[in-house]
């Protein structure tokens, strides 16, 4: 598909919350369509090393010398700043979640639009598929994934309504899954051809929006990563270096913002015996979103909130 892999949100707003320093190390942990890569490297860095798990991403790469990609998870941030001999980094910018290019991916199986094998993993490696968990979780497991991960209100009827299903037939495609939490017949979905285009009820759109957000996430395990990197992140930034966040989901969000207020992941304010508060970090940015011109052109950015903050000396 030639369609544009990625756009990149609140551009602008990011690079200038990181302050990019010349000669200072950045990572982008989230490199995808490269775009905040190419301008954090427009504006002068250093050096920039930039992760991406999905190997889709490097027919971005960039050709500069200043610039090292990274095939990995971003959970091993460490490990992998240790390989490379770097101590401390100047930035670290994560937009999280997933790209264009997987929605628009009808073989990836991220949307609920196509007809197509229910996989959902940005690391095409990863052992564990979305169809695996849709027929080995329990149902009480389903439910409480589409609740925490999706807010779906209905979760618990969507889950009785995908074990029923897959009590007939293992869940095995997209359609397989939309019929099954819709409780439809697989042939009111429409002509289907793999990878050809749904029928969906618009009425349905949201609940089935969710409720792949669900599985994409848990399939990922997107929080866990989250947190082994923030923790990285945080022992690795250099004082007065930043950290800019892109977050697209409550959870994702409290997590980072508490995070972030905290410098722990269980968000727990330490104060000194004067009351005052301990924490490692001076917050720049509180969840500034996209302004209205930018979601006009680029509607996916509207979930966006930007999260910036400063390592204290
Ligand atoms: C929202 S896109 C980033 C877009 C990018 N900022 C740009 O300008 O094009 C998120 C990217 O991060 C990658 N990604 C998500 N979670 C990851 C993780 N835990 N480790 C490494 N890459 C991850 C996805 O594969 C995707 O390409």
Redesign the pocket.
Request: proline content about 3%.
């Given at each position: 598909m030639d369609n544009v892999?990625?756009i990149?949100a609140m551009l602008n707003e990011t690079i200038e919350g990181l302050n990019i320093k010349p000669e200072g190390v950045y990572v982008?942990?989230?490199?995808?369509?490269?775009?905040?890569?190419r301008a954090i490297l427009e504006a002068g860095a250093g050096h920039l090393y930039s992760?991406?798990?999905?190997k889709d991403?490097l027919q971005n790469a960039i050709e500069d010398e200043r610039w090292t990609f990274v095939h990995?998870?971003?959970?091993y941030l460490r490990n992998w700043m240790d390989f490379y001999g770097v101590e401390q980094i100047d930035g670290l910018l994560a937009?999280?979640?997933?790209?264009f290019h997987h929605f628009d991916c009808p073989e990836r199986g991220f949307s609920f639009r196509f007809s197509a094998p229910l996989d959902m993993r940005?690391n095409q490696t990863a052992k564990r598929t979305a169809a695996d968990i849709v027929n080995g979780y329990s149902e009480e497991e389903l439910a409480q994934i589409l609740w925490l991960y999706g807010e779906l209100k209905n979760g618990r009827g969507i889950a009785r309504n995908i074990c029923r299903a897959r009590a007939q037939k293992p869940i095995e495609r997209t359609e397989d899954l939309v019929a099954a939490a819709l409780n439809v017949r697989l042939g009111s979905l429409g002509n289907l051809g793999n990878l050809g285009e749904l029928d969906i009820p618009t009425n349905a759109k949201k609940d089935l929006a969710r409720l792949f957000q669900a599985l994409r996430i848990e399939v990922?395990d997107?929080m866990g990563?989250l947190r082994e990197m923030l923790v990285a992140a945080r022992d690795l930034l250099k004082p007065g270096g930043r950290i800019a966040i892109l977050t697209y989901h409550s959870l994702e969000d409290r997590l980072v913002k508490n995070f972030l207020r905290s410098g722990n992941l269980e968000g727990e304010i330490e104060k000194d015996f004067y009351g005052n508060i301990l924490t490692p970090f001076t917050i720049l940015e509180k969840g500034r979103t996209a302004c209205a011109e930018e979601v006009e052109s680029n509607p996916r950015s509207r979930s966006a909130k930007l999260r910036v903050a400063e390592k204290k000396g």
């Open positions: 892999y990625h990149p982008d942990v989230t490199f995808g369509g490269g775009g905040h890569s992760f991406d798990q999905d991403a990995s998870n971003f959970r937009d999280l979640g997933v790209s940005m990922n997107e990563a």
